[in-house]
């Protein structure tokens, strides 16, 4: 072999383990540019329902990485940037969203994109971000009026009239990737009437100018609401099976939001009649562990609050779930998996450097 062509193997190799660090450093992203999120309707209704379609653009795709993208609806504390998780934000501070379960059939108030042939995409709802960095899912945003947890447990409510909410999208579980962090607007106003302002208004000449919120602040709903008065048919629940409750006080035919506490996790919204009464059924989500609970159902115009405690207990095939759980290891992070080809790719190319070398030195001694 001339010292030409060892030169150039040698130099074919040494591209190969330079390719193969880079991949397992950056976890090989196909797509990356600045995320951004379009919406079919910028403008949502403060005491209904509103569904919106989204689309995503410029995200970072990271095939078969764990996670992918979480879609939400809430409030972030600075639109310009100093409320994500790349930069230091934290939930319940710098920003909050509605919250809901994580099962892939949930009330869609939140969203779960997967990364391509991610170990979670089993449990996404939202789709998959493709290799372009563009997904499409569809999201339900409950109304302008929503309570929030924060990291100890406590309740926030937020007013979306009050202070600018809008799409939240961060990276899911628990990663965090600053290409993927957005914010965008939503405002709120009924049909046919214009939307409710939620920034700072000019105040007319002559009077005192109120600033409106800057941020959501705790609030003692108990004390500042209108009492209704709930009933369930049993105390007692089992995670996945229905509970009747009835109940009575919320205005005529008005939406009511239904809230399961601790953890402020929404499920579906409740309607009252004509004389201010409903009937509903509860289910309590799947993965919901065992303990005591309360169900708050909220008038979204009345402001009507009342509650029922329930103890739950598991689902039979739930417990025999977490039995089989606490019986077999848990799945190792795949970044090992990742680090460990890398290495093992690292390790033939020494290799092979050597072969090339004793076979260079076998040639000269010739």
Excluded at 54 to 69: D, I, K, Y
Excluded at 97 to 119: C, I, L, M, T
Excluded at 305 to 321: F, H, K, P, S, Y
């Amino acid at each position: 072999m001339s010292s030409k062509d060892f030169g150039r193997r040698l130099a074919g190799i040494t591209a190969v383990a330079g390719a193969v660090a880079c991949a397992v450093a950056v976890g090989a992203p196909v797509a990356h540019a600045a995320g951004r999120v379009e919406l079919s309707t910028s403008t949502a209704d403060p005491d209904y329902a509103t569904t919106i379609d989204l689309r995503g653009s410029g995200f970072q795709s990271v095939p078969n990485a764990h996670g992918g993208v979480y879609v939400l609806f809430g409030w972030v504390s600075d639109p310009g940037g100093s409320w994500r998780p790349s930069a230091g934000g934290q939930v319940g501070s710098t920003y909050r969203y509605v919250q809901d379960s994580e099962a892939k059939d949930n009330n869609g108030f939140q969203r779960f994109v997967s990364f391509p042939g991610s170990d979670t995409a089993s449990s996404a709802n939202g789709g998959t971000v493709s290799a372009d960095g563009s997904w499409s899912t569809r999201l339900v945003v409950p109304g302008a009026r929503f309570p929030a947890v924060d990291r100890a447990g406590n309740t926030t409510q937020v007013d979306c009239t009050l202070v600018q909410c809008g799409i939240i999208t961060i990276g899911a579980h628990g990663v965090v990737n600053p290409n993927n962090e957005t914010f965008t607007p939503i405002t709120f106003a009924a049909p046919n009437q214009q939307p409710a302002p939620n920034t700072p208004q000019q105040a007319p000449p002559g009077t005192a100018q109120q600033p409106a919120p800057q941020q959501p602040e705790a609030q003692n709903t108990q004390a500042q609401q209108p009492a209704a008065v709930l009933a369930a048919a049993s105390g007692t629940a089992e995670v996945g099976q229905p509970v009747e409750v009835t109940g009575s006080g919320f205005a005529a035919d008005e939406p009511v939001q239904v809230l399961l506490q601790p953890g402020a996790l929404f499920l579906p919204v409740a309607t009252a009649d004509a004389a201010g009464a409903l009937t509903y059924s509860a289910v309590v989500p799947e993965g919901t562990q065992a303990g005591q609970y309360r169900l708050e159902f909220t008038g979204t115009k009345s402001r009507a609050l009342g509650g029922v405690d329930l103890a739950v207990a598991a689902a039979t095939q739930q417990a025999a779930t977490d039995t089989a759980t606490q019986q077999t290891p848990e799945q190792g992070d795949n970044t090992w998996l990742l680090v460990g080809v890398g290495v093992a790719a690292l390790v033939v190319v020494v290799a092979g450097i050597v072969v090339l070398r004793k076979r260079r030195r076998a040639e000269v001694g010739q």
